[in-house]
Nanobody, 124 residues
Framework: QVQLVESGGGLVQAGGSLRLSCAAS????????MGWFRQAQGKEREFVAA????????DYANSVKGRFTISRDNAKNTGYLQMDSLKPADTAVYYC?????????????????WGQGTQVTVSS
């Protein structure tokens, strides 16, 4: 099984940028689809973005399209989420997730492995 550890969260002003990383260990990272989800306080966990095993296919939530970019470096066993033009509404704990079945999309039940999360706070 793959283990996931997120990093790169922090406090940023509105309009700023952050880059989250998801370091994977264990089974070969390149065999997993990778996704990012987020959970704001008092709300359900929601889909942010997903990327296929090779990086050739991506999917984004409408709320982040054009502002966030998901990518991966299989040689480094690491996935990334570049977040630009951040808004206070982006404040949440961000989770990295992995799916061994090849699904690229927003259904969190397809993702069997999860990291512990990293806090992102955007101030106005």
């Amino acid at each position: 099984q793959v283990q996931l550890v997120e990093s790169g969260g922090g406090l940023v002003q509105a309009g700023g940028s952050l880059r989250l990383s998801c370091a994977a260990s264990g089974r070969a990272f390149h065999t997993y689809v990778m996704g990012w989800f987020r959970q704001a306080q008092g709300k359900e966990r929601e889909f942010v973005a997903a990327i296929s095993r090779t990086g050739g296919n991506t999917d984004y939530a409408n709320s982040v399209k054009g502002r966030f970019t998901i990518s991966r470096d299989n040689a480094k066993n690491t996935g990334y989420l570049q977040m630009d033009s951040l808004k206070p509404a982006d404040t949440a704990v961000y989770y990295c997730a992995a799916d061994a079945g090849g699904y690229v999309g927003p259904n969190r039940r397809n993702y069997g492995r999860w990291g512990q999360g990293t806090q992102v706070t955007v101030s106005s």
